[in-house]
């Protein structure tokens, strides 16, 4: 396997506006799942029986899927409202068509996570459970060829788009109850096009989007997804960094100003956390938040593992959780400061 190094190569701009800080989270959490789906993938369908994955991939698999655990671990108060609200939704069968919306960062493919896989231990009420992320360039070819992939539907290749369509829409309905999950919508799909179902009898449709207008716009019900109150922020960072940082003289202020500057963002406040647990020495907290204020140019770098059929693409290290076992807790592969950066630039 090939790794890549990747610098960031500008500083963050002094001007940007707060919500264009807070634009990163959404896309670059995909991106990574993404290439953790499809390193699972082809850990499954392509290597050779018997043959074992280096190391470094799978412990990077793992990383990704501990900040999502870490997530819904500590889900606080106000995030559990949330679940719960939308899996009531769920169980009510008045209830066809859900719309989870909020900016990007503050969890929304998370909890979905978190209900999807307990939709799918809920054998006795839906027959089958879809889950696809749409993301802003995907096609309606893409999305049908996905939508296939799930339910076990393969195309020949030489259908037209209403032919695969027709496909999905005659398999789906012979599923009398469904959950289609579409995590990361940007616009108003056409359900005809693609060839899903309107929604009845108990079959559901859920949407995570950035935007109101697209839950509107698809005849759903609407919830949004809120950034945390800064106490109920600070509570979820304490839990994870360990509260014993309280006993550290002069730390309790530091963090919280750290804790701040996460701009709500559940995913940022866990892996911020993550990253400054241990960490007892004063001057390095201090360190870290003079660098979150000053916004100084960092050099931060992540291995990503190239594929076979998949371009390697750029990460910011934020997405990673610090190897405890390395002792490399601020290391030269993993920024904390990236990541909250990365969560209040993009949104």
């Not at 231990?121 to 070819?141: C, L, N, P």
């Not at 730390?251 to 750290?258: C, G, K, L």
Request: hydrophobic letters at 40%; a positive charge.
């Amino acid at each position: 396997m090939d790794f890549l190094l990747n610098k960031i190569d500008k500083q963050l701009d002094r001007h940007m506006s707060f919500d264009q800080y807070r634009n990163d989270l959404k896309r670059k959490l995909k991106e990574l799942n993404g290439l953790k789906e499809d390193a699972e993938s082809i850990m499954s369908t392509e290597l050779q029986p018997r043959k074992k994955l280096k190391a470094e991939i799978q412990i990077w698999l793992e990383n990704v899927e501990r900040i999502n655990m870490d997530f819904a671990e500590k889900m606080c108060e106000a995030v559990k409202a949330c679940a719960e609200e939308i899996w009531q939704c769920l169980m009510d069968d008045e209830v066809p068509k859900l719309g989870l919306w909020g900016m990007g960062g503050v969890g929304k493919i998370s909890i979905m996570k978190v209900i999807n896989k307990q939709l799918l231990k809920e054998t006795g009420k839906f027959d089958i459970v879809i889950r696809i992320t749409v993301s802003k360039e995907t096609s309606i070819a893409k999305l049908q060829k996905d939508i296939a992939s799930k339910i076990g539907v393969e195309f020949s290749g030489y259908e037209d788009e209403t032919t695969r369509a027709g496909i999905l829409f005659e398999t789906l309905t012979r599923k009398s109850k469904f959950v289609m999950i579409l995590d990361d919508l940007w616009d108003k799909v056409s359900l005809d096009k693609v060839g899903i179902p309107e929604p009845s009898a108990g079959s559901k449709l859920v949407l995570t989007t950035r935007s109101s207008d697209v839950c509107r716009q698809m005849g759903c019900r609407v919830i949004k997804v809120k950034p945390l109150m800064e106490e109920e922020a600070w509570k979820l960072f304490l839990e994870k960094v360990d509260r014993d940082i309280l006993s550290i003289r002069g730390v309790e202020p530091i963090a919280r100003s750290i804790a701040r500057r996460c701009a709500g963002l559940p995913l940022g406040l866990i892996t911020t956390a993550s990253c400054m647990k241990g960490i007892d020495d004063i001057s390095e907290w201090r360190n870290a938040l003079k660098e979150f204020s000053q916004r100084q140019k960092c050099v931060p770098t992540i291995t990503i593992p190239s594929f076979k059929g998949y371009k390697t693409s750029t990460l910011f290290p934020q997405l990673c959780i610090i190897s405890r076992r390395s002792g490399n807790r601020r290391g030269a592969s993993y920024s904390t400061l990236d990541f909250i950066r990365a969560c209040r630039r993009n949104g």
